[in-house]
């Protein structure tokens, strides 16, 4: 466990940090990590509290070719039974943390005796080439069911979002979701609603029991001015006449469904939305100085949220006054990290932790 009074660990991976989450076994204090680097040299990382609970320490590892779009837990919390994780970049993969000296929930454990073993992975061959060759069209994001745990849903590029069965390892079902790329997905609360974000600008929902039909909760405009990032010069393009602001991420409040945050390309901006009044942000969250690259939902709070931002500052935002404040700019609390930041993740089983990455680099903090 965490020593008494310690706010802050850090742990140093050996390539940039992108995917990030906690592991959600109760009173736990683990973090699956996936590394950025533009070769086939990505890692998979578990990473833990070393025995005395001073520092972090990698206690596990595997090969993941190219770069991890995004890791999750599985959301079974019982101490008990296997320990599973998800990722996804050209394939969805399933994992399984394999402790042979015990458990490792408390730091009881060896490290060398935790290993990081592939159970399964999962092709979405969709597409075929001129040479009429089928091909997997990379994953962008996924989510995993929290009240049906044999369900995950992936995005890709290919404008597809793809229902997964884990008990028989196949496609449930697949549809077309988007008029361009998908970006991300999410479940709700239960266990048949879902939204995704894309390029086409637009956040749809979706029902299992209805895939005829979709809503289409909201639809970009332009980026406010005072919210709006020039974006590297290396991102733009004399061709690129499109005036759709992609929408990037989105993030489902699991302790009120009514309520869904997501941003614009180069916009420093967060987006509240309620799904009773479409169409229209609730609110905006408005205190970061560059463009926002990650946010998530408390999981224990349904008016508080975690953003993290090119700026280097990760934001922690009370929203309980959303629907009389449009415009929110002063945060509940805020950190500075030495660099931009790529990924906020918040611990469901420890909520008091937050963890943040920047570069190669993994921090932990404790609200």
Known sequence: ?????KELYQYQSQSSIYALNWCQRSGGFRVGLGTFADDTSNKI??????ENGGELVKTAEADHTYPCTKLVWSPYKAATGPDLLATTGDFLRLWEVSDAGGSSLYGSHDPSTTKLVKKAMLRNSRRTDPAG????????????????PNMIITSSIDTTCTVWDLTTLQAKTQLIAHDREVYDVAWTRGSDVF???GADG????????????????????????????????????????????????LSWNKQDPNYIATFQTDSSAVLILD?????????????????????TWA???????????????????DVSQASKEKHIEEPLLAYGAPAPVNQVAWSSASPDWIAIAYGRTMETLRI
């Open 1 to 5: 466990m965490a020593q008494p009074g």
């Open 45 to 50: 990382e578990i990473v833990e509290l070393s």
């Open 133 to 148: 060759r089928e091909f997997c069209a990379p994953i962008t994001s996924m989510d995993w069911n929290e009240l049906d």
């Open 195 to 197: 939204a995704s974000v």
């Open 202 to 249: 637009s956040l749809r929902m979706f029902d299992l029991r209805n895939l005829e039909h979709s809503t289409i909760l909201y639809e970009v405009g332009p980026v406010p001015q005072e919210s709006k990032v020039a974006p590297p010069t290396s991102q733009t393009s004399p061709d690129d006449k499109s005036d759709i602001q992609p929408l990037l991420r």
């Open 275 to 295: 799904i009773r009044v479409p169409a229209i942000p609730v609110c905006e969250l408005r205190g970061h100085g560059a463009a926002v690259t990650a946010m």
């Open 299 to 317: 999981p224990h709070s349904s008016t508080h949220l975690c953003s993290g931002a090119d700026d280097s500052q990760t934001l922690v935002w």
